[in-house]
């Protein structure tokens, strides 16, 4: 996993490239020949740098695009839009429903936080976008982290370290105690890869209230809830 990589689930559709996206592509032999001729891998390096921060850049606006479109995703239910906003991410996008959640939750928790100083924000603009995911459990449950710190970490691994100080290692996969919510509402608890117990359920009608949707996803989201 590269910095400003974009982080998918496995169920995400890859994307077809177009002739123009390919013939960027091929724009890397003729950048690194022509860097050859040159004798000096500047011209190259200036490219690579180009694309990397092409990259972060269009991580970054995906996030901010989930958020805002999940947020305002009501204004078009007076239309033929009847699916839930992830559904229709999926459909349209090829993006799955979980990674929607992840990313859209990373932008709402760090970048519309008002506990986070602006001068971090503009900070985190620039940090790899898994470490800006790790972030988004410290911010969302209030953690007491020292984002003067965060800010100015130069590296991925100095972030994991400052989260890793506040929030401790993770639990493992075969013992971590999970809570779904399918798409019938029904909320579920497993332990690694055991059986599911129903334990309670939430109307996902409520959803088409953008207060009650606000609401429902505090929940979800501080309770670590993992949607299907």
């Known amino acids: 996993m590269q910095e400003g990589e974009i982080i998918t689930a496995g169920s995400d ?27 000096d891998p500047t011209y ?18 995906l996030a901010k695009f989930l958020a805002k479109m999940s947020q305002q995703w009501y204004q ?18 090829g993006i799955s429903a979980q990674t929607v959640r992840k ?14 100083p602006e001068e971090t924000k503009k900070l985190l603009y620039g940090k790899p976008i898994k470490s800006l995911l ?11 982290i ?7 970490a130069s590296t991925g691994n100095e972030i994991r370290d400052l989260v890793r100080a506040v929030r401790g290692g993770q639990t493992s996969s ?11 509402g029904r909320l579920k608890v497993q332990k690694g890869m055991g059986e599911s117990t129903v334990i ?11 207060d009650l949707k606000k609401a429902v996803m505090r929940i979800v989201d501080r309770a670590g809830i993992i949607w299907q």
């Open 44 to 61: 190259a390096f200036d490219f690579g740098r180009m694309v990397w921060k092409d990259g972060h850049l269009k991580g970054l606006a």
């Open 13 to 39: 559709i890859s994307p077809v490239l177009s002739r123009k996206d390919v013939e960027f592509l091929n724009e890397v032999d003729r950048v690194i020949a022509q860097s050859i001729l040159q004798a």
């Open 134 to 144: 790790l972030l988004t459990a410290v911010a969302r449950d209030g953690d007491l």
């Open 76 to 93: 078009f239910g007076a239309g033929d839009v009847q699916e839930r906003f992830e559904d229709a991410v999926t459909a349209e996008i």
């Open 174 to 184: 075969s013992s971590a105690l999970r809570i779904v919510l399918d798409r019938q």
């Open 146 to 152: 020292d984002w003067h710190d965060v800010g100015e």
């Open 103 to 116: 990313y859209s939750s990373m932008w709402e928790n760090l970048f519309e936080n008002d506990e986070i």
């Open 200 to 210: 309670g359920t939430i109307n996902l009608e409520l959803l088409s209230d953008p």
